[in-house]
């Protein structure tokens, strides 16, 4: 992780630390004792409600952790945690959930977590559908621009979505009730987020025509075939756009370049398949489209901060598992 980043998360690391009950409102501690509950030791777990996550850390991460997310909505009840994409770092905590709009390689931490107080987040899945349906309703004479193009943006978590997604946990144990009530309450919680501040932003999530929806089909395109050659001209005609056009959309979306974007599935479904296939550095960078095994080591160092046999080395003592990129 480049040293600017290991500045920056100390920055925040320190300024968590001091700002400690910040948020705990009534609802943020009822929405901390049901993910406790559903959340009965460190990892992530999803509920019988389709969607629905409950994320547990007992302490703060020593080294980051990189993922490619999908389109979700994350409200911590208890702890902080920083997430950066690209050169861009946003920090979020009781005060403040975090929006992801289209399918994002990230680098998290968790700043603020102990034993006694674990860092405790609720995540939900969007579903552009059900947005795009709902999106009709709240803005019924059209939906406003967004003020950019972001794909990761944070926002104030008010304690009215906050009492929504405890009550939407509450039904976890309930599914005689969950099975009519649950839809109902997931659709409050994307109707309060359309009609918050960031309302314009998350209805691009569901629009077919949306440039978030636009750069969303080119990334799935890119995501289904990283390992071949990425043509900039042809993703752009795939979402009806010219070369140019597409290129700073996909970078104002993404803070990344498309050429960029394909590396890191590479780089991270490269790092899964060592760890989970017997399979070496060469092999692998062949898997993924590399022809050169020293550029790949050489980008792979760059990307993880090792080579890919101390990398994967390591990830084996400490027992961990890499999902594929290429989901």
Known sequence: ???????????????????????????????????AVHAPHDGGFALRLPGVHAIRF???STTPTRATLRPMLCIVAQGA???????????????RMLVFSVDLPVVGQVLRASPTEPYLCFRL?????????LALRVFPEGVPPPEDMRGLYVA????????????LLALASQPADAELLAPLIID???????????????AQIGYVDSGIQRIARAVAEIRANFSQPLRVEALARLVN??????????????????????????????RRLMLAEPLDAQGAAREVGYVSASQFSREYARYFG???????????????????AAR
């Open 81 to 95: 945690k920083v997430v950066m994409l690209g050169r861009e770092v946003f920090e979020y905590d009781a005060n």
């Open 58 to 60: 007992s302490r703060p």
């Open 156 to 167: 104030s978590a008010s304690e009215e979505v906050v009492d929504a997604a405890s009550r």
């Open 1 to 35: 992780m480049p040293a600017k980043k290991d500045s920056t998360v100390t920055s925040l690391r320190r300024a968590t630390s001091m700002d400690v009950d910040r948020g705990h409102t009534s609802a943020h501690r009822k929405l901390a004792t049901l993910l």
């Open 306 to 324: 090792s080579t890919p046999t101390r990398d994967v080395a390591r990830l084996r003592d400490e027992g961990a598992v890499v999902a594929s």
């Open 241 to 270: 756009m010219s070369a140019s056009s597409f290129y700073q959309h996909f970078k104002a979306v993404t803070s990344m370049s498309p050429l960029q974007y394909q590396k890191v599935l590479r780089l991270e479904e490269a």
């Open 125 to 133: 899945d969007l579903d552009p559908y059900r947005i795009a349906a």
């Open 188 to 202: 409050e919680i994307l109707i309060r987020l359309l009609r918050s501040p960031v309302g314009s932003r998350v």
